[in-house]
């Protein structure tokens, strides 16, 4: 249409002036129409409508695929003013949300601002470090192996200030950007991990053991029970165990050292050699065993002060404990009545 009228300005008869006029008038029309198309908003109402920008995308490309959904009108109401504010520039890739009231205005600001849907991933309490990297792979599509490298990386380590990953890697829901690094994604853990205990360390006096010490019995801890109301008995067993150099014998380690289970811990299975099986080394592991929750941290550094020096599990997801080894055997033998047949 401009182009016809343009060409009929050309025609003897009119007037430069009215050729500008006529014009400017165009121009005007113009700039109005697309002002009203930029600022004019499309209700989507409850509608969820995502958009994927993937890299390399052109900025038509995209302008197309928004109008193709339905979530604008009008494409130019996108890729003019894209252009004089640089965003076709700097498109970036991922998922991009609309609902309720959209303008070309409001989509080109969230363009702008890269909001991309986020993904979120959790990281529940107890959750040892390979199951920690398959979840990884799983939601974020992140290297699994590569995870487990990075736990021998002494340089990341290093930066990080921390001697391994296991146990630092803290349990929370986070939300990532997509196409996230792995070592971003670590930072961001253990970094949530330093925040939530670095302010705990300065009073971890009462036990006798360190930092990292309190670290790993809070991971055996985790992975022993999960009532609240135990957690500070099962502190005092393996705390009194290791106050008269007894063996832990926590079948939680063992489990651990054999790389997880996917049947039950077998007899054979405590005889197993390795630097985690505490039937057979006294002391602590060396490293934590999963990554426990703030609850299983602060019990390890307070004990409930008890004697106890032996536990069993009474089949209804609780434990029986116990002072003496006959007291023990005892405890065992009403735990197997309640077990289910």
Do not use: C
Request: charged content about 20%; cysteine-free; hydrophobic content about 40%.
């Amino acid at each position: 249409m401009l182009g016809w009228i343009l060409r009929r300005l050309k025609k003897p008869g009119i007037s430069w002036a009215m050729a500008g006029a006529v014009s400017l008038l165009v121009g005007i029309l113009a700039i109005s129409a697309i002002s009203y198309l930029y600022f004019n908003s499309k209700d989507l109402g409850g509608q969820v409508i995502e958009v994927q920008v993937t890299t390399g995308d052109t900025f038509g490309a995209v302008a197309d695929r928004l109008v193709k959904e339905g979530v604008v009108s009008n494409r130019w109401s996108l890729i003019l003013p894209a252009r004089l504010l640089k965003v076709d520039r700097k498109l970036r890739s991922g998922i991009y949300v609309f609902t309720g009231q959209n303008s070309a205005r409001s989509v080109l600001d969230k363009l702008n601002q890269g909001d991309v849907k986020l993904t979120e991933v959790t990281i529940p309490e107890g959750m040892p470090i390979w199951k920690v990297a398959a979840t990884l792979q799983t939601r974020l599509l992140l290297d699994s192996a590569a995870l487990m490298q990075l736990n021998l990386d002494r340089p990341f380590l290093d930066s990080l200030e921390i001697p391994y990953l296991e146990g630092h890697l803290f349990p929370e829901t986070y939300a990532f950007d997509p196409g996230v690094s792995l070592r971003s994604v670590v930072r961001e853990m253990v970094q949530m991990f330093k925040q939530k205990t670095d302010s705990l360390w300065a009073t971890q006096t009462a036990t006798g053991l360190n930092k990292y010490q309190t670290l790993t019995l809070a991971s055996i801890i985790e992975a022993e029970t999960p009532l609240a109301s135990e957690r500070t008995r099962v502190a005092s067993v393996y705390l009194n165990r290791l106050r008269i150099g007894m063996t832990l014998d926590a079948d939680p380690t063992v489990i651990y050292g054999l790389g997880g289970l996917d049947r039950p811990l077998l007899r054979d299975d405590l005889d197993s050699v390795t630097i985690y099986n505490t039937y057979r080394i006294a002391g602590l592991p060396p490293t934590p065993i999963n990554s426990p929750g703030l609850a299983s941290v602060l019990a390890a550094m307070n004990p409930d002060g008890s004697d106890y020096l032996f536990f069993v599990a009474d089949g209804t997801g609780g434990h029986i404990f116990s002072r003496t080894n006959e007291e023990h055997n005892m405890a065992r033998r009403r735990a197997r009545l309640n077990q289910p047949r």
